[in-house]
């Protein structure tokens, strides 16, 4: 079906005065005595394009498409008083699909709850065409930001037999369904597919520091899953991640990319989606676009945990959890230091060892390990990191410390064993970036096809 | 740690003369005389960098790095009689880490076979570096391509509650271990975490479909799995897929696609890797630059499955699988058809309808569907694909004939309820087209971490 995009028709002047063929969808239709108007959206641009429907050699003109119907349209492409625009006469105008009165998206203004509940519609609304461009353009900043540093793109296993963090949040994968015919869980690992049990990968860092020791510097960008109880406005069960690893690094180098690509991509956006921006800034978060741009047009703060634990103390602040060194930084902590005091993003580095991963390069005060947080306003945590403990036998010392279990990690000994090399990655929280960038509340609403616990549709 | 990647200093004419620090892992290192010589590489590049150490001022210097360690060298960059080289003293080398005699990968020439069995090394190894770079830069052009085209990148769900195939070949995802204390399925399903049974996705189609009926052009690129027993050379359990989707499209649209987006990445491979096709070129398929060439320089050929059935017939060939009008087309059909009929790419289209999907459009003659599959050369299918049922009553008596359960799909068919459109799209499988584009013969080794059936390592 040949015709021309929408964004197409409303950004390329050189189309004015043409005929041009069009396709999408009513957005909204009136009817008035001459002529008739439709708002037509193809879904490639936030803007729709204005059909001016000439009624003079028609005047019994009725069917006037209805909200829903989907629509292909040949007329002059014209400058309107307002807007771009296609004059077109009934005969232009051919029907691809009807729409009954019932579509449950005729009017404005859906709450995103309601939204939620038709996950399959939702993406014909403003807001989520606006949300999910901007997906798209920072995945593309992102790719592009490593591509152009020589940052090799590894995917990672999502089936792994491994748990990077040591915890037991995962999914478990298997093609044996309900059953009692197994007398053991034993058994039922070996008739399994792999012959052995297998998870959902809560991240790919592992494997990514395999790749680095080879490749040098990669970055993984794939789902990750968690199978936490946790249902709240910043928890998915299946979430997109971001994970470089960068060999030949230490921490500071580490903290170094992760200021250059967040400030990249959030540039990259601005340029690229100035229209979602500002629809985001209008109906979302007044101020949207400042922040953005003063974020990007400053360094990030530096503070260690020690020092944020003294700054929290001294705050005078209520916290519903309270502050002591050596407890973990909860959202009402890390937004209170990058909202209140320092008014901007601030990276948190030095973290307890008793609080962080095995694989975390232990600092000389045998307290702390070499981390990092990176925390934003609005958000709190978006990225963790840290240089990895490169040292086999201070490696294999914590992972003792936590009973874990060493043969399920030999091949990840051995990157210790055969040239050994400062390294060290952090990993994203894709989402949460992208409600960070548009001000969305909740990461159901950030995502096409959100998955939480109890909810799959 | 400041350093300068090895593939900067080996094309970065402008260093030639300067000192520069270089990190990376010892390929191979020899003594003589005055002089020693060690190949280090840093996994940036498929190139060593050659460090010649003047022994002049340390005459007993005897411990030249070892296969495997890995250094930061710091000296001056000279154009040597070959090659660029750093040259430097003893004193400019420092060991990061060492490495033992019995580092697996001391000799060059290992099998492919003896590689697979150490995954988290292999990566190191000439073959797994230029198959893992060309991998990253295939996925950048993919998304580039439809960037530019401005489909929006969308991440379909990887847990799921439908089958897109109808077929019964899906992983269980389950937060229930081995267990007898739920007496039936229904039980069991209602306590796992989605209150529901819920498996990995197959494909991201159904969705994908979802999101182009509302952004207009979309693609998804993530993982898709396959629990089919199936231990061959082309089958993964864990696949990437590349998966657009167009709205307001015929089956010409997604086969005009398809060609343009294929002959774009390999062209981009072309001019971005040619060390590493090279290396493939030398090692793996003689006269692979050529295949590759002459492939985006000519026009894909076209044949119905019917008038293909009748050139197989008619070929005098003897097929393992007997060729009929009905049958699918088996991978040796399939060479047979793209090496020695059209010896080019050719897309294969309208197939009878019982052997193809649900969704697929059905064709006027009532026997056939609008499904198109790209062969080529030396693998056969790469990209399979179709314009999709748009109307209802067809759909439903489509799905209805295969005895599906409708009621999962009430979201898919509201699509064709609330402004349908001729829509359309296909699957390529991303190792396949790496295999394609590198000569490697085996999937296995066209992903860092394969997963197969009985094997998770």
Redesign the interface.
């Known amino acids: 079906?040949k015709?021309i995009?929408i964004?197409?028709v409303l950004t390329n002047k050189e189309l004015i005065g043409q005929q041009v063929t069009v396709?999408?969808?009513?957005r909204t239709s009136r009817n008035s005595k001459n002529v008739a108007f439709v708002e037509l959206n193809?879904?490639?641009s936030l803007k729709n394009i204005q059909i001016v429907i000439d009624k003079a050699d028609d005047p019994d003109y009725k069917d006037i498409p209805r909200v829903?119907?989907?629509l292909?349209v040949t007329g002059a492409l014209v400058e309107g008083r307002n807007a771009t625009e296609i004059n077109v006469t009934p005969a232009d105008i051919t029907l691809?699909?009807?729409?009954?009165q019932d579509?449950p998206l005729q009017k404005k203004g859906h709450t995103l709850e309601f939204l939620r509940t038709?996950?399959?519609?939702?993406?014909?609304t403003n807001t989520?065409?606006a949300v999910?461009?901007i997906?798209?353009?920072l995945?593309?900043a992102i790719?592009?930001y490593y591509?152009e540093r020589?940052f090799?793109?590894?995917?990672?296993?999502?089936?792994?037999?491994s748990d990077c963090e040591g915890a037991g949040e995962m999914?478990?994968?298997?093609?044996?369904?309900?059953s009692?015919e197994?007398k053991?869980?034993d058994d039922?690992?070996a008739a399994d597919?792999?012959?052995?049990r297998?998870g959902?990968s809560v991240s790919g860092q592992l494997?990514g520091e395999?790749?680095?020791?080879?490749?040098?510097?990669i970055y993984t960008f794939?789902?990750s899953?968690r199978?936490e109880n946790s249902n709240t406005p910043k928890h998915l069960?299946?979430f997109?991640h971001v994970e470089p690893e960068i060999?030949?690094?230490?921490l500071e180098?580490v903290i170094e990319v992760a200021e250059d690509m967040v400030k990249h991509v959030i540039g990259t956006v601005l340029e690229k989606c100035p229209d979602e921006i500002a629809f985001f800034d209008a109906h979302f978060e007044k101020g949207l676009k400042a922040r953005l741009e003063e974020l990007i047009s400053h360094e990030f703060g530096r503070v260690t945990y020690t020092e944020a634990i003294e700054l929290l103390k001294k705050s005078g602040e209520k916290f519903v959890y309270p502050v002591d060194w050596g407890c973990d930084l909860q959202t009402e902590h890390e937004r209170y230091l990058s909202e209140k005091v320092f008014k901007k993003a601030v990276f948190v580095t030095d973290y307890p060892k008793d609080i962080k991963s095995f694989y975390m390069k232990q600092n000389p005060d045998g307290k702390t390990v070499a981390a990092v947080d990176l925390l934003v306003p609005g958000v709190g945590e978006i990225i963790g990191g840290s240089e990895r403990e490169?040292d086999y036998d201070k490696l294999i010392a914590a992972m003792k410390e936590r009973n874990m279990n060493l043969d399920l990690y030999s091949?990840?000994l051995?990157?210790?064993?055969?040239?050994?090399?400062?390294h060290g990655g952090f990993g994203l929280g894709f989402e949460r970036l992208i409600m960070y960038v548009t001000g969305v509340q909740n990461i159901r609403d950030v995502?096409?096809?959100p998955?939480t616990?109890?909810?799959?549709?």
């Open positions: 079906m015709h995009d964004k197409e396709c999408g969808w009513v193809d879904g490639t829903g119907c989907s292909k691809l699909g009807d729409c009954p579509y038709m996950p399959h519609l939702r993406g014909r989520f065409n999910m461009r997906r798209s353009v995945a593309q790719h592009q591509q020589n090799v793109y590894v995917n990672t296993p999502l089936i792994t037999g999914f478990r994968v298997t093609t044996i369904g309900y009692t197994y053991t869980e039922y690992d597919f792999f012959g052995r297998a959902l494997e395999m790749a680095a020791t080879a490749m040098g510097k794939g789902p899953f199978a069960a299946e997109w060999a030949f690094a230490e180098d490169a091949d990840y051995d990157l210790r064993k055969f040239g050994t090399v400062p995502i096409m096809f998955r616990v109890g909810s799959i549709r």
